[in-house]
């Protein structure tokens, strides 16, 4: 009796032991598999996309991640990224980092997915009332730091000089608030004009309803690409170009000396960490998570090509 207690003891224990080998290797073997995280952006071609594009491929290397930045047009509703979003879930993304689409529903679409995926929002757009994390710039910041290069540049002193602005797109709020903050720190309200990117379009590449102006102000890529572009053209002919923007291009045309200064928002860093961040969700479902606010860089021809902004503003392989 007591060696067939001994006897059941021990089968007890080696149970036991199998049990705990067999969970370690299908543990070990789960975090080996390669994991697929999706990005989700609007008009995901841009060039604009270049500094978040190289933060997301170094914030993964030696990691068993696969990023996949989805082929996207331009998203203009709640409605459009839900689909996205669906369809990547149904592609076995085990975690989304994602540019919030423009509108009332949003909020209320992401928290949807709430304990099902871990999304991560990467943006220059705020969205406030959901339970989504963020890795964000503060746009109100930015466009006070875009007035105090030019400012510095003039002495503090712009009076009688004409200003131009290209304020990006209406839909936005990091627009609206990057305009805001300008216009707060420049200290007047009286510009030669105010465009959206929209009014752009409609104008043609020859600007040719825009009156003259002395300083152009852009707050945001395709503002500034497409004031860069034109320096050389009549309506631009002797303007003093500054602007928000962070793509390779913007970096050649502050090079080319088409551009005086550029304030970038750190987007390598936005994406550096949110994907660090979604690397540790989806390894510890329960980690605590803390909203990570970017800085910004402030770019002209003489520090274009310092180590720190060379890596953060050329994307390479």
Known sequence: MRYNKIFIFLEIIFAGIIIFLSATIFINSEKQKTKRISVIVSDSSDAKWDALKGGFSD?????????????TPEIVSAWQEKKLIDTEIQRGAKGIILEPAPGENTSEMLDLYKGEIPLIMVTDNTIDNTSVKSVKCDNEELGKALADAILNDYNGNVEGKKIGIMRGRDNTAACRDRLAGFISEINRRDFEWNVS?????????????????????????????????????SRFSGAVIYGLA??????????KNNVKRLIVPDEWSMAYNSMKEMIECIRKPYAKFTDYRATYLSVDRNNLFSDENAMKLFLTD
């Open 59 to 71: 914030a993964v290397k030696g990691e068993n991640i696969d990023v996949v930045f989805v082929n």
């Open 197 to 233: 990117d929209l009014d752009i379009k409609g104008l043609g590449s020859d600007f040719g309803s825009l009156s003259s102006a002395d300083i152009v102000v852009c707050l945001d890529t395709y503002s500034l690409e497409e004031a860069g572009e034109n320096v050389s053209r």
């Open 246 to 255: 962070n793509s390779e291009k913007a970096s050649y045309l502050v090079d």
